[in-house]
């Protein structure tokens, strides 16, 4: 619990801190929080590391006290933001209803906050925590170098996220999980609530609905979707990115509303967000860009002809140039995720209804597909509701802040590369954009479940929900617990274990006792062996599940050790390598055995001494002096 707490701590207070002092209502300051304290910790990160101090807790509460400082200061020319209407009593009880739900699969599927998250990614921001507490840099210029064996690290990877969860306390895998947890349910919900407010109180006289019930019923509503948390978080594991996804309501409320100060607050949490993954910019585009542009439709042929003509024909010549611009940009930037492999010969048409019944992509899980039609349903409901209620204009603009996530989500899966383009900035891969979907269809859902309670009873109401929940299956609750047990319990793991009962017992003694002398370890990095660094804390040279960043011995070692053991001991030894971890089940025996790490099977260990052993997996000590190759010999004589 001290470690969720503090994770929550370094995630909303820096930020609600230094808004609040800047005169932010307290509500927008929790909401637009996390935004602005990932800004902070990679400024206080970038710093740090260019002026050769380490990043680690005093020297970011000290960036910290500092930024308050000039907040203090600013303070004294920013005027005061009028105050938030407080939420409706009654609206506590649901409010607290839809927390429950989204952080019960959590509770369920996960086990506990030190269960290994075993997906592709999640093994990668392991690492990450352990490379930024170890080396005492976080910023996205080379934090994460240590990940990168032969030094091809990238110039840039966005690790904003990475830095400012490992301030917390806790090890890194209760610290990787607790983050889960934290930016899951509670960022996601804080940014919910704040949407769903500010549609509301500009919204609501307009969409005939009564004071509090889009607020009250938007967590419950969005609980009953499988993408956030449950695939978003554990299952993709791609977890700047997920933050980053998380922050975009709360960021979309802040930047919709008419105050100049919460629109500049918002401003602030969106650099944040784009930190955190630059993904974001896009799939805020994807939702404000359809808005924007019927708003431009509907508002620029009235304006054409009127006083201000020449100011207006000069905003759209420049508005078309900008959008010239930005499409060439993006077309260069997007070069080195557009060759991702992500065809799986789908059907668009099929990918598009599956995405309006909220049916996952990634993993398949025990779902009574009548929760997901009851949902597709409320959202045709909401938009049926929209069309009746409000302008053309903006009628439009909501549909197509829904339809152009689908059809990127249709298009994400399909052989033909052309349409496929469509979703580059989401790596071509369905599951990355569907928060998207899933956050304005909660809306739309919620909105139609608002106007038909609109004018009903409490008896009538309660009816509903139970409607609801007996429909939903109780909200879903059993697929999204599975797809999060999908993330972390063996033998259930998608697309195969990578450490069982046999690799975690091996890996505790290894994070308890250390290895007997100094050198490193080397093994199938999808079997076990990447854990050794980010939860046992050995010098591993397998950090991540990739080969592709390994030095050439390493490499060849991992490839092909079996049947050059002889030829490639010797080398492995000149490179500090000392230990090998190998585990004797394959693929039949349920283990998750890498294509590229053959040679770490089959290796013939006489002339080796066992460090530890469980079951099938073993850790390896390399003699002091190897026995030399048949090439060798001849070479030498």
Request: with cysteine; aromatic share 10%.
């Amino acid at each position: 619990m001290l470690t969720v707490l503090t994770v929550a701590a370094v995630a909303f207070l820096p930020g609600a801190l230094t808004l609040r002092i800047l005169r932010i209502p307290w509500p927008w300051a929790l909401g637009l929080a996390p935004g602005v304290s990932l800004l902070l910790s990679e400024a206080i990160a970038t710093v740090t590391y260019l002026v050769g101090l380490p990043f680690n807790l005093v020297s970011a509460a000290v960036g910290l006290v500092i930024v308050l400082a000039l907040a203090a200061l600013a303070r004294l020319v920013v005027s005061a933001t009028p105050h938030f209407v407080a939420l409706k009593r009654w609206t506590y009880a649901p409010i607290a209803l839809g927390v429950v739900l989204l952080a019960l699969p959590l509770i369920w599927g996960m086990g506990s906050l030190s269960t290994l998250l075993q997906q592709w990614d999640g093994v990668f921001h392991l690492s990450s925590i352990r490379a930024i507490r170890d080396n005492e840099t976080a910023s996205s210029l080379w934090s994460l170098a240590p990940l990168y064996q032969q030094g091809g690290s990238p110039r840039y990877y966005p690790s904003a996220f990475n830095g400012l969860i490992s301030l917390a306390y806790g090890e890194g895998v209760q610290v990787l999980n607790a983050s889960i947890y934290v930016y899951g349910v509670a960022v996601w919900a804080s940014g919910m609530l704040l949407l769903a407010w500010q549609i509301e109180s500009r919204l609501g006289e307009t969409l005939l609905i009564r004071p509090g019930m889009l607020t009250a019923w938007i967590l419950p509503v969005s609980a009953a979707f499988v993408t956030v948390p449950a695939v978003l978080f554990p299952l993709l594991s791609a977890l700047p990115y997920a933050a980053a996804a998380v922050i975009l309501p709360g960021v979309i409320a802040g930047l919709t509303d008419r105050r100049l100060s919460i629109r500049c607050a918002a401003a602030v949490a969106t650099f944040g967000m784009a930190l955190a993954h630059p993904i974001a910019v896009a799939s805020l585009a994807a939702v404000l860009g359809p808005i924007t542009l019927a708003w431009l439709i509907h508002v620029v042929p009235k304006a054409w002809n009127s006083e201000r003509a020449m100011l207006v024909r000069a905003g759209v010549v420049v508005g078309v140039l900008a959008a010239i611009g930005v499409g060439l940009v993006y077309w260069k930037l997007s070069a080195s995720v557009r060759d991702f492999e992500r065809g799986a010969g789908a059907n668009p048409f099929g990918e598009f209804a599956a995405a309006l019944i909220d049916y996952t992509s990634l993993w398949r899980a025990n779902d009574w597909y009548l929760g997901g039609a009851l949902l597709a349903i409320g959202t045709i409901a909401g938009l049926v509701f929209v069309f009746r209620r409000l302008p053309r204009w903006g009628a439009f603009g909501v549909t197509g802040a829904l339809v152009l996530p689908l059809v990127i989500r249709a298009v994400a899966r399909v052989d033909n590369v052309w349409p496929r383009t469509l979703a580059t900035p989401w790596y071509s891969q369905a599951a990355r954009i569907a928060p998207v979907i899933t956050m304005v269809m909660a809306l739309l859902v919620t909105l139609a479940i608002a106007v038909i309670l609109g004018v009903a009873s409490w008896r009538r109401v309660a009816a509903v929900f139970v409607i609801v929940a007996v429909a939903t299956a109780g909200f879903r609750i059993v697929p999204r617990t599975q797809l999060v047990a999908a993330a972390y319990q063996p033998g259930s793991i998608a697309y195969g274990t990578m450490a069982d009962e046999d690799d975690l017992a091996v890996l505790r003694w290894l994070k308890k006792h250390g290895l007997p002398h100094e050198g490193s370890i080397i093994g199938d990095p999808a079997n076990g062996a990447a854990f050794a660094y980010g939860y046992s804390g050995v010098d591993s040279r397998v950090r991540q599940l990739t080969l592709a960043a390994q030095l050439p011995t390493v490499w060849s070692a991992i490839k092909g050790l079996a049947e050059r053991q002889g030829e490639l001991c010797p080398e492995l030894r000149k490179q500090g390598i000392r230990y090998l971890y190998l585990d004797e089940d394959t693929k039949v025996q349920g283990a998750k055995v890498s294509m590229d790490s053959s040679g770490m099977y089959g290796v013939d260990t006489s002339g080796m001494t066992r460090v530890t052993k469980a079951g099938s997996v073993s850790v390896w000590e390399l003699p002091d002096r190897c026995p030399r190759s048949v090439a060798s010999a001849a070479a030498d004589e």
